[in-house]
Nanobody, 124 residues
């Protein structure tokens, strides 16, 4: 099973950028998907972006054109480049990994491996 540690969160003004990182250990070829979810107070968990082992990616409509998910050549670090940040992007961001198709589908019911999260706050 993969262990995940997120970093890179912080506070920025609207329109700013942040890059989140997720350090993974125990990553194997059976970890087909890696992605990012977020949750704001009083709101449901929301899938943000996911990357398949082949390199294919999917994004939530709310972040398309602004966020980019990627991983390094060794596939042991996951990134989320967040540009043109908006106050509605404020949330705790969680890294996720696994072979469950629900992760690829960015389903909030995904219950596999999770990191502890990193807070992103965007002010106006």
């Amino acid at each position: 099973q993969v262990q995940l540690v997120e970093s890179g969160g912080g506070s920025v003004q609207s329109g700013g950028s942040l890059r989140l990182s997720c350090a993974a250990s125990g990553y194997t070829s059976s970890t087909y998907y890696m992605g990012w979810f977020r949750q704001a107070p009083g709101k449901n968990r929301e899938g943000v972006a996911v990357i398949f082992s082949s390199g294919s990616t999917r994004y939530a409509d709310s972040v398309k054109g602004r966020f980019i998910i990627s991983q390094d050549n060794a596939k042991n670090t996951l990134y989320l480049q967040m540009n043109s940040l908006k106050p509605e992007d404020t949330a705790m961001y969680y890294c996720a990994a696994g072979g469950d198709t629900r992760l690829w589908l960015l389903s909030p019911t995904f219950s596999g491996n999770w990191g502890q999260g990193t807070q992103v706050t965007v002010s106006s």
